[in-house]
């Protein structure tokens, strides 16, 4: 059965950096279009940034937008997430998603099962 596992997370001090990766279990990632999004407590799950299929199109929130850089690995069972000048409003459960379409999360099929990330001094 085909599934995404998240790893990367943990505790960093605010201007800091995390790399994510979304790793695939099952299946070759190269042609699906794949998501990162995050969810704070209390907030609704927010899309940060998407990698279309074949790398043709990426797009980033405007929130995380100079600072995140997503990627795909050369072994096409990866895609990374690289963070830089982490804020505590990064904080939260950042989760990775195949098969959908852009930041909209209610488009995706498959999902992890989330990492946490937390942004503190």
């Known amino acids: 059965q085909p599934r995404l596992v998240e790893s990367g997370g943990g505790l960093v001090q605010p201007g800091g950096s995390l790399t994510l990766s979304c790793a695939a279990a099952?299946?070759?990632?190269?042609?699906?279009?794949i998501g990162w999004f995050r969810q704070a407590p209390g907030k609704v799950r927010e899309g940060i940034s998407y990698?279309?299929?074949?790398?043709?199109?990426?797009v980033y929130a405007d929130s995380v937008k100079g600072r995140f850089t997503i990627s795909r690995d050369s072994d096409n069972r990866t895609v990374s997430l690289e963070m830089t000048s982490l804020n505590a409003e990064d904080s939260g459960i950042y989760f990775c998603?195949?098969?959908?379409?852009?930041?909209?999360?209610?488009?995706?099929?498959?999902w992890g099962q989330g990492t946490q990330v937390t942004v503190s001094s």
């Open positions: 099952g299946f070759s990632l190269e042609y699906y279009n």
């Open positions: 990698i279309s299929g074949g790398k043709m199109r990426i």
């Open positions: 998603a195949a098969d959908g379409v852009g930041l909209a999360s209610a488009t995706y099929d498959l």
